[in-house]
Each structure stands twice: as C-alpha cells, then as structure tokens.
C-alpha cells in the first residue's frame, strides 16, 4: 500500500465553514486519479483501487484540509456484459 495526500491552499477556507465540500475534495482526488491512468494506459475500463479519506488537521490558525488516499498497488479491470 501506498499513501497519497491532496492539500487545499490555505485560501480556500470554505471547508472551514462548509464541511461537506470535503466529501467533494475527495471526488475531485478520484476523478483527477480515474482520469490520469485511463489517459496514461489508453484504457478506459481499468480503475485504481484504494480508500479515500477527507481529514482536517491543524488549530484554527493553522487549518490544514485534505484528503489521504490509501492506494492499492494493482489495478482492477471492469468486466463490462453485454446481452
């Protein structure tokens, strides 16, 4: 396993006061991640596969949001059927 993180700059404060914006920083991370192996393997039915938290971390004057991405070291293949 592999660990990956995804931090926000410290302007976007929103998901101080916003908290569900963070469910939406981690499917920002898996679209983004998704997109650059189907471009990069020229296969659209292969997914990485792994687990995808948001975690906050830091006082109020130091506020770190981010997402954590525990990465699996193989690929998964949809089996797409057909009738």
Request: with cysteine.
């Amino acid at each position: 396993m592999r660990c990956w993180a995804w931090t926000v700059p410290k302007i976007f404060m929103h998901f101080l006061h916003y908290r569900k914006l963070l469910l939406m920083l981690c499917r920002c991370a898996w679209d983004t991640l998704s997109m650059f192996l189907h471009e990069a393997l020229d296969q659209k039915d292969v997914f990485p596969g792994g687990i995808l938290v948001p975690q906050t971390f830091g006082g109020m004057a130091n506020w770190n949001p981010h997402t954590c991405y525990l990465k699996s070291l193989t690929l998964y293949k949809v089996h797409i059927l057909k009738y």
